[in-house]
């Protein structure tokens, strides 16, 4: 993989038009880019569809329910917007992730084309060991998120999400085939927001970071594609 295909550029707004033009600017620039809630509950999939073109799409939904609703919800994503990367969470329990890896594969192979690969979140990256606590959940963070990529990986997902802290953790325990795409990406320089547990591009590939979730330091900038191809120099 060269160093700018790890980057995902997160566009996190629900305006068509300025969602369209941070595409075009970043497109060859970036493996892909993530699409979540707020752009799809306001345009739907064919906004989807029209801002990804054939870019790369990680479809950022994070699925969270029962196990017949998440399949459901994961066939029509895939038949609707063909996504190379799909998300659910992992804290929806076993049954939940096994109907979903079997529905995406199931809609994959009606469209007779490869399954997008099926990641689970672990702990969401705005949250630290004080969130955990606050809504009962066993800490500390690094142990949560082992656990539930231990169980996502025996529930047939292709890996997680984790924040960059947990990735040669995750690697022990799951093997270096088990896919990490990691948020919580910031430059050395870049504002402080509401991540909580995070890193530096470089460090987290140095890491060994699949795929790097990265949104305002490159959509942002006054040149997201000088930004996104720095970026990718710092990889190398």
Known sequence: MQPHER???AIDTPDMATAKALAARVRGH???????????NTNGPEGVREIAGDTPLFLD????DIPNTVAGAVRSAVTACRPKIINIHASGGPAMMRAAVA????????????PPLMIAVTVLTSMD???LAAVGQAGPSGDQVKRL???????????????????????????EDF???VPGIRPADAAEDDQKRKMTPADAVAAGADYIVIGRPITQAADPAAAAKAIAESLL
Do not use: R, T, W
């Not at 990529?149 to 995750?170: K, M, N, R, T, Y």
């Open 179 to 181: 896919v990490l795409v």
């Open 103 to 114: 529905a995406n594969k199931e809609a994959a192979e009606k469209l007779g084309i490869a």
């Open 149 to 175: 990529a231990l169980l996502a990986q025996e529930a047939g997902c292709d890996g997680v999400v984790c924040s960059p802290h947990e990735i040669a953790a995750l690697h022990a325990a799951c093997g």
């Open 129 to 131: 060991d004080a969130d």
């Open 30 to 40: 970036v493996g892909g880019i993530k699409l979540g809630m707020e752009f799809h």
């Open 61 to 64: 939904l994070k699925y969270h």
């Open 7 to 9: 980057i995902l550029v």
